[in-house]
């Protein structure tokens, strides 16, 4: 692990250590919680969650379109103009 300072707000620190008490967690525990929920959040959680959430939603919408599986490849090429 690599040490770091940060200067946090004094609200922040108290929500934080209300929290740390609440969880019996250090508040750099909390702190690293913090980063890694935020990180995944907002730059994804790499592959095996994008795979997950993409099987999560295969098969869930439909197209109207009777013969998507077999001519998927023409339908792309339209749509982008190529």
Sequence with gaps: ???T???LPEEQVAI???MAVADHKS??????????????AKYGGGEEQRRRRAMAV??????GVKDMASSHDS????????
């Excluded at 750099?28 to 995944?40: G, W, Y």
């Design 1 to 3: 692990m690599v040490r």
């Design 5 to 7: 300072q940060i200067q």
């Design 16 to 18: 934080l250590k209300k």
């Design 27 to 40: 508040m750099a525990e909390i702190i690293r919680q913090s980063v890694d929920f935020f990180a995944k």
């Design 58 to 63: 295969a098969g869930q919408f439909r197209s």
């Design 75 to 82: 339908y792309l090429t339209e749509a982008f103009g190529e």
